[in-house]
């Protein structure tokens, strides 16, 4: 007998006639003998709606009613799902993320796991029934609901993988594998049959939403095997491990894009030494997560400073900018949003020369002009208007001899917001 944990996405469980298709793949999985622990999202869009709802009384959300806020979500699903399965003859049992054992860190809506102590779920396991657990929930320690941040039920199947050593982990969503770009913008991207966790933790970094970042980290870490496929059919999915089978000599591997950017400008900030410890260290005193970081040259012995943050989070910056400029004078704020970085992935980049230059001639093909740009040894990010982005993620796929022979995306349905 093998041990799976099967998650199935907000999606998949969208209405109750997809919780009766996932209890019904559930059931055949256990009644091919194997242990079955299922974890869920909330139902369809129940997160963002109950986000909406809760700005319509504040403008100032308290991040600690958040999480108590939006973790009913998850709750309703794995309450129904139990009732979906009882209902077709076997034997199950939900629990909430506390109840599974899923201890975090304080800090509310992006809280990291730091223990997990899945006896119940073993328990039942032994028993024999069917164990659901809701995802994206734990606690800390001094007893306070938290959230793993958004799309983090992922990250609560691929931990509780690790925890009680299953044998794998399936991602059921609506895709039915991970792709070399989106396949719901590029109807030509080609599924991967494997990926490592190196290019698949770097695409999900920058945006590709099919699994949550610290997914693919936990995964890694823990040698877990994880497995993303349909909840819609029965395609085999893709495999993420240590090395992939992807095509040897193939140079970018996959386009992942990040619709939420937003660009702050400090202008004619006092060129001394510490200014930017003391900007930056006093964003992340706030837990504000700053990604690309630009400094223009110093003229006049002032500089200008330009960064991204993801759009949610720029009121929040732009407050701790203004809060130091006692202490970090500058002349200017300035901020964009709805920016898109564009991002290409690939561990064979670091040996290929011109892969960047490649991407600036496609962007300015379209006549769209570049306004950052970031680059590792495995990608190379380019900060853009929204606008054109469908197309630019277009060109670069063919550019880059991604586009697959046949037509090969067959999706699930499309009703997300
Ligand atoms: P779930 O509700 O199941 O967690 P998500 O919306 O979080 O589903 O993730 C699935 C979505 O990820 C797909 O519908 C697809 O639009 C998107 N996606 C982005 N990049 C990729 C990719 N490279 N391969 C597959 N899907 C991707
Ligand atoms: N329901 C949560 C969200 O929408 C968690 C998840 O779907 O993984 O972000
Ligand atoms: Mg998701």
């Known amino acids: 007998?093998?041990?799976?944990?099967?998650?199935?996405?907000?999606?998949?469980?969208?209405?109750?006639?997809?919780?009766?298709?996932?209890?019904?793949?559930?059931?055949?999985?256990?009644?091919?003998?194997?242990?079955?622990?299922?974890?869920?999202?909330?139902?369809?869009?129940?997160?963002?709606?109950?986000?909406?709802?809760?700005?319509?009384?504040?403008?100032?959300?308290?991040?600690?009613?958040?999480?108590?806020?939006?973790?009913?979500?998850?709750?309703?699903?794995?309450?129904?799902?139990?009732?979906?399965?009882?209902?077709?003859?076997?034997?199950?049992?939900?629990?909430?993320?506390?109840?599974?054992?899923?201890?975090?860190?304080?800090?509310?809506?992006?809280?990291?796991?730091?223990?997990?102590?899945?006896?119940?779920?073993?328990?039942?396991?032994?028993?024999?029934?069917?164990?659901?657990?809701?995802?994206?929930?734990?606690?800390?320690?001094?007893?306070?609901?938290?959230?793993?941040?958004?799309?983090?039920?992922?990250?609560?199947?691929?931990?509780?993988?690790?925890?009680?050593?299953?044998?794998?982990?399936?991602?059921?969503?609506?895709?039915?594998?991970?792709?070399?770009?989106?396949?719901?913008?590029?109807?030509?991207?080609?599924?991967?049959?494997?990926?490592?966790?190196?290019?698949?933790?770097?695409?999900?970094n920058l945006g590709a939403a099919v699994l949550h970042p610290r997914a693919v980290e936990y995964a890694k870490h823990n040698s877990v095997r994880l497995i993303v496929r349909s909840s819609f059919n029965y395609n085999e999915g893709t495999v993420v491990e240590e090395e992939s089978s992807m095509e040897q000599g193939v140079v970018v591997s996959g386009i992942a894009y990040d619709k939420n950017v937003a660009r702050i400008s400090i202008l004619g900030v006092s060129d001394v030494p510490g200014v930017l410890a003391g900007l930056f260290g006093a964003l992340a005193a706030e837990r504000v997560d700053v990604d690309i970081i630009v400094q223009s040259g110093s003229q006049g012995g002032t500089a200008d400073f330009s960064f991204t943050v993801n759009g949610s989070e720029v009121e929040r910056a732009l407050q701790v900018i203004e809060s130091t400029r006692g202490k970090v004078p500058y002349r200017e704020l300035t901020s964009e949003t709805e920016l898109v970085k564009v991002s290409i992935v690939g561990a064979g980049m670091v040996s290929h020369p011109g892969v960047a230059a490649e991407m600036f001639r496609v962007i300015s093909d379209q006549g769209v002009s570049i306004k950052m740009v970031s680059t590792s040894e495995i990608k190379v990010s380019c900060v853009i208007e929204g606008e054109k982005v469908k197309d630019i993620i277009a060109a670069l796929h063919t550019a880059y001899n991604l586009d697959a022979q046949e037509q090969a995306f067959v999706g699930g349905p499309q009703d997300r917001r």
């Not at 299922?38 to 504040?58: E, N």
């Not at 913008?185 to 080609?190: G, L, N, P, S, Y």
Request: with cysteine; aromatic share 4%.
């Open 1 to 204: 007998m093998s041990l799976f944990v099967m998650k199935f996405g907000g999606s998949s469980v969208g209405d109750t006639e997809r919780m009766q298709r996932v209890a019904k793949r559930v059931a055949e999985k256990k009644e091919e003998g194997h242990g079955c622990v299922v974890v869920v999202s909330a139902m369809g869009d129940t997160t963002d709606d109950l986000i909406d709802t809760a700005k319509r009384l504040s403008d100032n959300l308290p991040a600690r009613e958040m999480d108590m806020l939006m973790t009913t979500g998850e709750q309703i699903s794995i309450s129904l799902l139990s009732i979906a399965i009882q209902a077709i003859g076997h034997e199950a049992v939900s629990f909430t993320g506390w109840q599974a054992g899923f201890e975090t860190e304080a800090n509310h809506g992006s809280a990291r796991i730091t223990n997990i102590r899945p006896d119940r779920v073993l328990k039942a396991l032994e028993d024999g029934k069917i164990v659901i657990v809701a995802g994206f929930q734990g606690m800390s320690e001094d007893g306070e609901i938290t959230t793993l941040g958004r799309g983090g039920s992922d990250t609560t199947a691929v931990a509780l993988a690790a925890a009680i050593q299953a044998d794998a982990c399936e991602i059921y969503t609506d895709v039915d594998g991970i792709y070399s770009t989106d396949p719901r913008i590029v109807k030509c991207a080609r599924k991967l049959p494997s990926i490592s966790y190196d290019e698949m933790l770097e695409l999900a």
